[in-house]
């Protein structure tokens, strides 16, 4: 069993910054891509950011230049970095990671129970 942990939402201001963190615990035997995503509002799940298995990070056009993700060298966390944040960057933010089994041959996405963010003055 696998569990995910995020932190670090709240409420920031116009410009601000902030950092979301996502940690895995339980038992593990590989990971794979690791991601944030979101939802505001009204709207559907998005993706933000992610970084595959071989730890390449893409990053969805809303995201490019304002958002930095990174993760540790087991995977196990996830961070990710927001700059001159924006009200519509307001949304509930998800972390996301592939769990596999010990020769990657089988993986499922587990996701985290999301952190809050928003964005005002």
């Known amino acids: 069993q696998v569990q995910l942990s995020e932190s670090g939402g709240g409420l920031v201001q116009p410009g601000g910054s902030l950092i979301l963190s996502c940690v895995a615990s339980g038992t593990i035997f590989g990971i794979g891509a690791t991601g944030w995503y979101r939802q505001a509002p009204g709207k559907r799940r998005e993706l933000v950011a992610t970084?595959?298995?071989?730890?390449?990070?893409n990053y969805a056009d809303s995201a490019k230049g304002r958002f930095t993700i990174s993760r540790n060298t087991a995977k196990t966390t996830v961070l990710l970095e927001g700059y001159s944040l924006k009200p519509e960057d307001t949304a509930v933010y998800y972390c996301n990671i592939e769990f596999c089994d010990y020769y990657y041959t089988s993986c499922h996405s587990n996701w985290g129970q999301g952190t809050q963010v928003t964005v005002s003055s």
């Open positions: 970084i595959t298995r071989d730890g390449t990070a």
